[in-house]
């Protein structure tokens, strides 16, 4: 390769991917640093069509950088990032990734508290306008019984006239995840969707997460491992910003470097 020749061709890129199970994410070699500090250290990654991919580690290992540079917020000093076998994430503003099919979900839940839940769905499913002009335009019958759906998915259809700020604090992460799904990504990006929820908010949400993954494609942070064990079909270990493993939870949790900085014995 000659000095600044790009890392790939896009002949290169898709041969590739025609090498691999279809990813719907691409990343490779990505490096971040802030003032010095390395985030993120030549870290690769691919996520399947479909597939439900954990990405765990000890806090500062780098998964919120990782989730950041997928959805543009941000932008890596190198390394190429790819979506959908084609589309240049590096490219694209975080306005543009969302709109190309990736959501992301973070930790505190972020509603609307003063509308109510069926208020923050409609809103959610016409996000190409200002929340009050889509509380304005009427909903078709399709739109309507796409949120009818969601509600009764997210158990949720007992609450659609209440105020979201009354929820308790699984209803709100519920009401979220619901507020990404109405958008119909491809690549859901979740950021520890259970925590402070009850031990059966969490059951359920392992059973939804289950249900969604096939029909979407889902990247969960979560330090949860027994919720990590009741979903995942991939696990990624990350620590200080590199990927240390990856298989299977019983591959990762057998491997000697990850239980030295993250399982212990």
Known sequence: MQPGEPLFTRQHEADRF???TDPVLMLENIN????????????SLNIGVGELRCVIGPNGAGKTTLMDVITGKTKPQSGRAFYDQSTDLMRLEPADIAKCGIGRKFQKPTVFEALTVFENLEIAQKADKSVWASLRAKLNSEQRDRIDEMLATLRLGAERNRKAGLLSHGQKQFLEIGMLLVQEPHL???DEPAAGMTDAETEYTAELFRGLAGKHSLMVVEHDMGFVETIADHVTVLHQGQVLAEGSLREVQANEQVIEVYLGR
């Open 32 to 43: 971040v640093s802030f003032d010095g500090f390395k985030a993120l250290t030549d870290l």
């Open 188 to 190: 859901l990006l979740l």
């Open 18 to 20: 025609r090498d691999q």
